[in-house]
């Protein structure tokens, strides 16, 4: 006769089977999800393209080195220094412009303006009355000779003066001639007199300057040429 386990028995060894499978699962599953059983990651998730160089994008966390920013253009460079010299390794202006000198380093005149040619009587006229006589008399052509005096002579003439006023009215036009400029400046002139009495003067100078070739600096210069002075009767 075949003996058979109590029912109790087989109910057990069915229910330990069972929860052996269950448990089995439920390690597997959880190895699956990295998870320790108390909510923990034991394996990061794969990190995206650029993780470990500064962030996803892959751009460096704070900028290392050297520029920042894009690259500066060559052509908008700086290109002169705060005195506004050119900087090494820079092209300089072409010969002539902005103020450089010419190719054969020669300085750029200017002209004589009509503005320049009132400036030399208004200096004639200071000079006389400083008692320079010697400067006044060289601001006539040819060296004061165009005064048709000596200095000797020219001082002499204002001996008897003590002081001289100048009103310098408006230029004329300047007019050419052969190899030269000539312009004309009105005045109006009180001249004081030792004794304490004023003569009056109305009149012009007309002044020439040079502009042949060769010709010096000082040729080139306004120069008195000749006066045409009346004096004004009370």
């Known amino acids: 006769m075949r003996s058979h386990p109590p029912r109790f028995s087989v109910f057990v060894l069915a229910l330990a089977l069972t929860g052996a499978i269950l448990s089995g699962a ?26 470990g160089r500064g962030g996803v994008t892959g751009m460096p966390a704070t900028p290392g080195p050297g520029q920042i920013g894009p690259p500066a253009d060559a052509a908008t460079a700086p290109q002169f220094d705060e005195d506004g010299n050119p900087l090494p390794g820079t092209a300089t202006p072409a010969d002539g412009v902005d103020g450089t000198l010419p190719a054969d380093g020669g300085a750029v005149a200017a002209e004589p303006t009509p503005d320049d040619a009132v400036a030399v009587v208004r200096d004639y006229y200071a000079a006389i009355n400083h008692g320079q006589f010697d400067q006044a008399y060289a601001l006539w052509s040819d060296g004061g000779r165009a005064s048709g005096q000596s200095a ?34 009105p005045v109006a002139i009180t001249a004081t007199q030792r004794d ?36 004004v009767r009370p």
Not at 198 to 210: C, F, P
Not at 219 to 231: H, L, N, V
Request: net charge negative; hydrophobic share 35%; aromatic share 6%.
């Open 196 to 231: 304490g009495s004023q003569r009056k003067y109305v009149g012009a100078y007309v002044l020439r300057r040079s502009v042949v070739d060769g010709a010096s600096d000082e040729q080139r210069a306004w120069r008195i040429g000749s006066a045409d002075i009346r004096e």
């Open 26 to 51: 439920c390690g597997d599953k959880t190895a699956a999800n990295g998870s320790d059983g108390e909510g923990d990651s034991a394996e990061a998730l794969p990190a995206p393209e650029g993780a």
């Open 152 to 185: 000797q002579q020219f001082a002499a003439g204002f001996a008897d003066t003590t002081g001289v006023s100048v009103e310098l009215l408006p230029p004329g036009p300047v007019d050419a001639g052969a190899g030269q400029r000539h312009i004309e400046v």
